[in-house]
């Protein structure tokens, strides 16, 4: 059975997939199942990469509300694919795409107390804030 917003990657091929709507299947890529990927995000699960890998709510000196990432790597083999920001309900996703060498800043107009954040690292997985 596969949950709204869970996030699965083939092994084989690379495809990364978001479920959108929950099912009873479990989603094939390449002739196999896919992998569900689990969210990191504390000490706990990863002591060395949480810092850089996990999304933080920040507000500039007008007090406008953005997550970020600073000290993770942007180079074409290792980056942040995406970067999305959830409302509590998971009933509104916001996701913005970055690139090698892009800096990583996602603008939000919502209320940071009413949201999460969560990001993809190509080679590390799923952080959430």
Known sequence: ?????????CNICG????ILISGDG????CGEEMERLEVKNDSFNSPDLTEKHSPLFTKDDKGKSYVTIEKHPMTKEHYIPFVQ????NNNEVLTKFFYPDDKIIMNTKLDEEKLKSRSYCNIHGIYSN
């Open 15 to 18: 495809n990364v997939i978001e």
């Open 26 to 29: 479990h989603p094939v890529c």
């Open 1 to 9: 059975m596969t949950n709204k917003l869970e996030i699965y990657k």
């Open 85 to 88: 920001i959830i409302s509590n």
